[in-house]
């Protein structure tokens, strides 16, 4: 690669495209076939992280940044706890041309925040269980 700023520019953001493409359709595939077993924790963060950095930091560098990706693009998905269910309820009160009511978005968020709850449990009992117990 030459050492022009253009380049490295253009470089990086073809990086960045191929890996919100790659993540997109990881996360459709978690909804095609879900399983515990397609989805990784602060365990396997720790895990993954360790396998990189015995390749160089360039490559602890591309993990944190396909990370970074990965986690703003899970914030996006419509469960109401995370931005992307934000954005769709206000999609709906767009669609409808009248706000939704505060008690009602209260239930949707909470019951997002308990699924969250119970996913982060899950995966990480997964992870656990992936990782020390054989």
Not at 13 to 30: D, E
Not at 55 to 73: E, R, Y
Request: aromatic share 10%; proline share 4%; glycine share 8%.
């Amino acid at each position: 690669m030459t050492k022009a700023p253009g380049a490295r520019l253009n470089y990086a953001w073809q990086v960045t495209v191929q890996s919100v493409t790659q993540i997109w359709h990881a996360i459709i595939g978690l909804f095609q076939n879900f399983s515990l077993n397609k989805l990784g924790g602060p365990v396997a963060i720790y895990k993954n992280t360790q396998t990189a950095s015995a390749f160089g930091i360039i490559s602890v560098i591309s993990f944190t940044a396909m990370l970074s990706i990965n986690l703003g693009m899970m914030n996006l998905l419509p469960i109401p706890a995370l931005d992307g269910g934000k954005l769709f309820l206000n999609l709906l009160e767009a669609i409808f041309r009248r706000p939704i009511s505060e008690k009602f978005e209260l239930g949707l968020t909470m019951a997002g925040a308990a699924l969250l709850v119970v996913l982060m449990i899950a995966v990480t009992g997964n992870d656990l269980m992936r990782y020390f117990i054989k």
